[in-house]
Every structure is written in structure tokens, then in C-alpha cells.
């Protein structure tokens, strides 16, 4: 038998990390920065060495790929110097934090591979921007090495590089760094532009309407001058012209796509089997290319429930859908607000619910998804394909 070299035992070692990731931790933090891109957040990325380079790059990504304001304190280095110089190393990071006004809304993602410890000496400026970080409330998504370091201690969501060598742990860490942040700049709920070589080989991108389900496509219960949904697919009762208007669209080449938050079900208050017989009924009697939906609460912090874009990026990246040029319409504020984080031009049918305004005011408001329809094919014929 042949010795082994040591390229085939890195590479074993590689392979044995890639098997050994976490991955909820992994789908934790695509939620986490879906999140905070939604709410209007920053992304500050922070790494000392061979990090400090990682985190130039992964600014890059997060800023041209997702779609979010992202910066890294390292990429600017006469500053970095200039306070190291005149303010010590520790808090390089913290003044540069206190700066930028660093709140609530934002996060920072931290690469490193002891992830800080002040009593070792081991990057103590993580420690003290962490620091400043959790006294202003804003979240922290550590991508690390080892034990995590005080990183581990104060981070919302984590994601360790496993060791399968106590000789490689460096090597290993900064290298999968660049391959768990592509793996989330990739991810659906992140992703908003598709990266060069691989739009160079897909199909020409698509326009789409997105839907909400109820007040939309069917009837909503209101009580209160509050909608609720039908409780039984017998009673999924189709609003007047939904058919026609659907067909006009299709004809005039945009896919139909339904993203429907029914909470209910995460709830228990609905069973899964009478909303998939619900989603059935629709599928037989109008022509739709798919349903996606949500079941969680707001309480589960997803990042497919709307207000966020999650299910309409889903849908996007499924079927290589052109956002700018496509609609999201909808009778909430929740839908606005999910087709702006989206990129998509927004259509509210407007029945004065008792509830909240969007926060960004929809492109138009209608009074039924015929009306809709009708100013989708005005603007297309107009030759308008972005906001």
C-alpha cells in the first residue's frame, strides 16, 4: 500500500469538517442576515489576518450578491493603523464601531479562529467591539474556529468549524470562512443577483406575479375589519374575475405564483391536510405555477414569513424570475412589504382593513385582482421593466 501524502490527508480532513458542519446553525444565520437586510440593517464584518482578508472578500459578496449594506473596518488601513497607533490595538474595532453608529438593527459577523479572549491576549479587540455590540442591542453571527471564544459566549448564532486536527486548526478555519459565507450568500433567503458565469449560462430571466392567497385569489373571512382565512377547502370561495385576470397574465407571459403566510397551521389551529386540500382545489381550478407558503408564527423568526421576502426569493431563484420586472399584489401590509424587500413592484387591493400601513406605500392600489391585472399589462405594454 501506498503512504499517504499529505494533500490526501488534508483533503480527508476537509472532507471530514464538510461532514461534521452544522447545519441549523448554517440555516440559522441565512435567516439572521435575511433579517436584518429586511429591517433595513448593516453588515459589519470583522477578522484580524488571514480573516481581516476574508472578510474584505465576504463585504464584497454580501454587498454585490445580497443586496446589503456590508463594510469591514480592516479594508480601510491608514484608519486601522491611525487608531491602533494613537488608541492601542484592543479597540480598533470598538471606536471604529462607535463611528459608524453602530444600532440595534445591525449585525456583525465576526471570522476568526479563536474567536477572542482577553486573559490570553488572543484578539481582545473582538472582545471590546462585542462588547459595544451587545450594549447597543445590535445581533452577532460568528463564523469560527476552536471553542468559539468569547465570540461563542455573546453570539446569536454560531457556526464552528469543526477540528479534526489539532495541527490544521487555522488552515482549516479561514478556509471553510469562505466556504460557509458562499454557502449564505448562495442561500435563497439571501440571495438576490445571480453571480456572473452562472446568468451567462442560464435561460433569459422571467417575470412573475406573486400572490397572497386570501383577499386576493379568494374570499377572506373578516371579522372586525380583520381577514382571516377559510377554514375548510369548501369553503374557498374564488373572488370575482380571478380566473380571467390570471389568464391574461399567463397570456401575456408572467408565471403566477401564490406566497401565503397561513399561520394557523403553525398554531394547530389548522390542519396541514385540510390547507393542502385548500392549495389542491386552487391548483385544479386556476391556472398557477406554484404555491409557496409559510406556517410559521411570528414568533418562529423565519425569514419566509412575510413581511420577508423568503418565499418570493425561494420562487425567484426556483425559476430564474427577473424581480424588478415582476409584482407582488396583495391585500396587506405584510404583502407590500415583502414585495418591496424583494425588489418587486407592489400592488395593494385595498379593502380598509383595521391593521397597519406598509411602511414603503404600494406602486398602486386597486380595488380587485382584475384591476390588477389590468395595470400589470398597461405597464408592461409601456415597455417598463423596473422600478
Avoid at 93 to 121: A, I, K, M, P, Y
Avoid at 124 to 144: C, D, E, F, M, T
Wanted: charged residues 20%; glycine residues 6%.
Amino acid at each position: 500500500m501506498s503512504t499517504p501524502t499529505f494533500a490526501g490527508v488534508f483533503l480527508a480532513e476537509a472532507s471530514q469538517i464538510i461532514a461534521k458542519l452544522d447545519r441549523a446553525s448554517i440555516e440559522r444565520a441565512a435567516t439572521l442576515i435575511a433579517n436584518t437586510r429586511a429591517a433595513g440593517g448593516r453588515l459589519f464584518v470583522l477578522g484580524i489576518g488571514g480573516s481581516a482578508a476574508n472578510a474584505s472578500h465576504a463585504v464584497n459578496d454580501f454587498r454585490k450578491i445580497a443586496g446589503i449594506e456590508a463594510y469591514a473596518p480592516t479594508d480601510n488601513v491608514s484608519e486601522l493603523t491611525a487608531r491602533a497607533n494613537d488608541d492601542g490595538w484592543s479597540s480598533i474595532f470598538d471606536s471604529w464601531l462607535r463611528t459608524s453608529r453602530l444600532c440595534s438593527t445591525d449585525l456583525l459577523l465576526v471570522l476568526s479562529v479563536g474567536g477572542g479572549n482577553v486573559e490570553q491576549n488572543v484578539s481582545p479587540n473582538l472582545v471590546v467591539a462585542l462588547k459595544y455590540a451587545k450594549s447597543v442591542g445590535a445581533k452577532i453571527l460568528g463564523i469560527l474556529g476552536r471553542d468559539g471564544g468569547y465570540t461563542a459566549t455573546v453570539a446569536d448564532v454560531c457556526v464552528l468549524i469543526p477540528i479534526v486536527s489539532p495541527a490544521h486548526i487555522t488552515p482549516h478555519t479561514e478556509a471553510f470562512q469562505a466556504i460557509v459565507w458562499h454557502l449564505l450568500v448562495s442561500h435563497p433567503a439571501v440571495k438576490l443577483q445571480a453571480t456572473k458565469w452562472e446568468s451567462m449560462a442560464r435561460p433569459e430571466k422571467r417575470r412573475a406575479v406573486f400572490l397572497d392567497r386570501d383577499g386576493v385569489i379568494n374570499r377572506a373571512v373578516v371579522r372586525e375589519r380583520k381577514p382571516y382565512p377559510p377554514e375548510t377547502a369548501d369553503k374557498l370561495d374564488l373572488l370575482p374575475g380571478v380566473a380571467e385576470a390570471l389568464q391574461n397574465l399567463r397570456q401575456a407571459g408572467y408565471l403566477l405564483i401564490v406566497v401565503t403566510n397561513q399561520p394557523d397551521v403553525g398554531r394547530g389551529t389548522q390542519s396541514r391536510e385540510i390547507l393542502d386540500a385548500m392549495h389542491r382545489s386552487l391548483s385544479e381550478r386556476l391556472s398557477l405555477d406554484d404555491i409557496f407558503v409559510c406556517c410559521h408564527t411570528d414568533e418562529d423568526r423565519c425569514s419566509c414569513r412575510k413581511p420577508l421576502p423568503g418565499m418570493l426569493l425561494e420562487a425567484a431563484a426556483k425559476y430564474n424570475v427577473d424581480l424588478p420586472a415582476s409584482f407582488m399584489v396583495g391585500d396587506r401590509w405584510r404583502d407590500i412589504e415583502a414585495g418591496y424587500n424583494a425588489g418587486c413592484r407592489t400592488i395593494l387591493i385595498d379593502y380598509g382593513y383595521s391593521e397597519k400601513s406598509p411602511d414603503y406605500p404600494p406602486d398602486v392600489c386597486v380595488d380587485s385582482l382584475r384591476e390588477a391585472a389590468e395595470w400589470i399589462l398597461s405597464v408592461a405594454s409601456k415597455g417598463a421593466r423596473s422600478i
